[in-house]
């Protein structure tokens, strides 16, 4: 199918469901209001097709807005029918797939439609960290379906029809879909607003299929395991020509060389998605200053600091991790924190949030040093400082406050060049070494990478059964 395809609403269902597993709920409801000749317009379901079916043989729960119906315009009763979903799934405790190709608010019911949408935002909020939620866009998002969108754990958007704005962009000050289209997937997808742009309804589609396979059902799941058909000692020699391509190097420490990755438009220094490693679902969380062209060489350069839109990232994925017990993986190379005017508006309230992450989840979590490691971008990369359970570090890792020659140039200032040489290198081997790391107990074992992958299984496999309790609190306040 190509990537002009448009699925029907029920065809969008059936598409992402397993073949004849689907069961519909509340057909027959419709519309109460008879304002402005509503009552002339006879809808079943009220605009949105709603039930319950498998993927890969497990249970969740979907609907599916019809454009065709109202201009899939949220009313009182298309949104009980929503609310219906969420409180069933979360009962049953299994995903909801929510399909979306809404107009926005349905005008002739007014407050009615308001309350609709409250309703539908407080059942995702309860939702939210109980069963894991996936939007798929494949028409309008705009408004209030917008904040619905936002609310779940991943949106999945296609490149041409799907259109996703609080404001269109014609309303946008200074603005208009020909100079930039804010509604359009790019925008949204570098903004970090989508995490996977597709072709069309029929990838799109498959994609949340692939993604709700891999996910626990709900907070309380033990998670998806698969059989692993990959060597669990299986050497990654080439891993170490791939390190400032975290994305690839990741793929190949993976179980046949599978990587998820989200929200890949965005923040493209910091990485994040999922790998398998013995056929458990970890996540992963990478710097990258690298990214590799298809010919193998280097696209795209990044200095090796954390951005305020990487921090946002990453800790919005950790917290997901965390909530669903999956695993942590974090690839660390890193020198300070982006410096300019933009970034300090809020980069101190980023990275409070990635390093409160980090430090709050009680998942297992494996932090690997692939380069140089200062100061606290250092810390909040994961480290034991902040509640990593095991960490690695190659042999070429550099893990200090600063680098080795700069420091020796502060410590020793107005010496001559010959005497900072020699002092940057004794500070190298006395601070910023990883043996120097091990010795103070911050890092765990100092690893070739070609022995990466075998190193990672044993650790997370050893760390399956970890239990750690915490203060009891209703929740973070950072």
């Known amino acids: 199918m190509g990537s002009t395809a448009v699925l029907s609403a029920r065809d969008r269902i059936l598409s992402l469901l397993d073949e004849n597993s689907f069961v519909e709920i ?9 304002d402005f000749n509503l009552n002339e317009k006879e809808v079943p379901g009220d605009g949105v097709i709603a ?13 599916s807005q019809d454009k065709d119906a109202l201009g899939g315009t949220m009313g009182e009763m298309h949104a009980r029918q929503i609310v219906n979903v969420y409180d069933l799934a979360t009962k049953v405790g299994v995903p909801v797939v929510a399909i979306t190709d809404c107009a926005g608010m349905r005008l002739e ?18 939702a939210s960290g109980v069963i894991p939620t996936v939007t798929v866009i494949l028409g309008t998002c705009g408004g209030g379906s917008a904040i619905s969108a936002a609310i779940s754990d991943f949106v999945i958007m296609t490149k041409e029809n799907a259109k996703l704005f609080v404001n269109s962009p014609n309303a946008v000050d200074n603005n208009y879909t020909a100079k930039c289209n804010t509604a359009g997937a790019a925008f949204q997808a570098e903004s970090g607003n989508v995490d ?79 790998i398998r490693l013995n056929g458990a679902i970890v996540g992963a969380v990478a710097n990258r200053s690298e990214l590799l062209g298809e010919d193998g060489k280097a696209a795209k350069k990044f200095d090796t600091v954390l951005t305020m839109a990487g921090a946002y990232k990453a800790a919005h994925f950790v917290e997901f991790c965390d909530s669903f017990s ?43 040093i692939v380069g140089k490691a200062y100061g606290s971008a250092y810390i909040t990369m994961n480290s034991k400082h902040i509640g990593a359970d095991l960490v690695f570090a190659y042999n070429d ?47 765990d074992s100092i690893i070739e990478p070609a022995s990466t992958r075998k190193q990672l299984v044993y650790a ?19």
């Open 51 to 63: 039930g319950y079916g498998l993927i890969d043989g497990s249970l969740v729960y979907v609907y």
């Open 109 to 126: 019911e007014s407050t009615d439609a308001l309350d609709a949408f409250g309703k539908v935002y407080a059942r995702q909020v309860l």
């Open 196 to 274: 996977i742009v597709a072709e069309d309804d029929t990838e799109a589609l498959a994609r949340a299929r692939e993604l709700v396979s891999i996910l626990p059902s709900n907070n309380e799941d033990t998670g998806v395991l698969s059989e692993c058909e990959d060597d669990l000692n299986r050497v990654t020699a080439g891993l170490g020509s791939h390190l400032k391509d975290t994305a690839v190097a990741l793929r190949e420490i993976s179980d046949n060389n599978w990587f998820l990755e989200l929200k890949a438009d965005c923040a493209k220094e910091m990485v994040i998605g999922f």
């Open 397 to 443: 890792a550099e893990i200090g406050m600063m680098d080795a020659k700069l420091a020796a140039e502060i410590i020793y200032d107005g010496k001559d060049a010959a005497t900072i040489s020699e002092k940057a290198g004794e500070y190298a081997a006395l601070q910023n070494s990883p043996v120097a790391a091990a010795k103070r107990g911050f890092v």
């Open 326 to 368: 999956i695993p942590v993986l974090t690839l660390t190379s890193v020198t300070g924190f982006a410096s300019s005017v933009g970034e300090e508006r809020s980069i101190a309230r980023a990275l409070s949030q990635l390093t409160a992450a980090f430090s709050n989840a009680t998942v297992p979590k494996v932090n690997l």
């Open 460 to 478: 997370f496999e050893m760390l399956y059964t970890k239990r750690e309790h915490r203060p009891n609190k209703k929740h973070s306040t950072i």
């Open 26 to 34: 509340g057909a027959l409801i419709t519309k109460r209001s008879t």
